[in-house]
């Protein structure tokens, strides 16, 4: 009997994904603050404020809430 696991994706490439969705007009910031293991994300379109993501433990996971919280906003 054969079973077929997904191998789990890379933080390198959860983050060529989302580069690839977002798009290029958006401004995109992730950081690291200094002595801190964890990241924070801000994605948003032009001329909008977007929502920086709470601490998170890696970018990519950081940068996917803040896309998906900042892609619904409507001004």
């Known amino acids: 009997m054969g079973h077929n696991y997904a191998k789990p994706l890379t933080v390198a490439q959860k983050m060529e994904r989302l580069l690839d969705r977002i798009p290029p007009s958006w401004t995109v910031v992730v ?39 900042n892609r619904t906003v409507t001004v």
């Open 31 to 69: 950081e690291r603050r200094a002595g801190e293991a964890t990241w924070r994300a801000l994605a948003h379109a032009p001329g909008q404020d977007g929502a920086w993501r709470d601490p998170a433990p890696d970018p990519a996971t950081a940068l996917e809430d803040t896309w998906r919280r």
